[in-house]
């Protein structure tokens, strides 16, 4: 049986992938600030990124038969696998990727910090575009930190979708 969830993922693994090639060839252009950038098209990043792992709890979920819900993390999964008397390694696994200092808990992290916005009161020598940050946080992420991101989110994903297709 196929998982109507698998579509999801990729289609969002996809968009990921776009915004990380546009932040690379607007980064390569030098037409805008480096920060602003990084800020911008970074976020967005990283909001496609979240919103893929999410998708992929979903397809795990999927794949157990668990009803659908919305998981914004592993925790959430087991939780709801556990009330179904389920068990799952790749949702495990996940779990300990989020628990530890890993790249998985650095996403999170950064998708954390994007939070509320406020106006900075430096301007680029342009004065076109104006730069907003939060506080509490710099929700700047380099593009080889996003790459890399994505990279190990899909190698999971591909990983265990093998060993569930075993299953």
Do not use: C
Not at 37 to 50: D, K, M, N, P
Not at 86 to 101: G, I, R, V
């Amino acid at each position: 049986m196929a998982n109507a969830q698998r579509p999801v993922v990729n289609q969002r693994l996809y968009f990921s992938r776009l915004h990380i090639d546009w932040l690379s060839q607007q980064l390569a252009n030098e037409e805008i600030a480096k920060s602003v950038l990084e800020q911008s098209l970074g976020e967005s990043a990283v909001f496609h990124l979240i919103k893929t792992y999410q998708a992929y709890l979903a397809e795990i979920a999927t794949a157990y038969t668990i009803p659908l819900a919305d998981f914004s993390d592993a925790k959430e999964l087991l939780g709801a696998m556990e009330a179904a008397e389920q068990h799952s390694a790749e949702a495990l696994e996940l779990h300990e990727l989020e628990s530890s200092a890993s790249w998985l808990q650095q996403l999170q992290s950064h998708y954390q910090a994007i939070g509320p916005i406020n106006r900075v009161v430096s301007r680029p020598k342009n004065n076109q575009i104006v730069a907003f940050s939060s506080p509490e946080s710099n929700s700047t992420i380099e593009l080889e930190t996003i790459k890399r991101y994505w990279q190990q989110l899909s190698a999971v994903i591909e990983n265990q979708r093998a060993r569930l297709e075993e299953w």
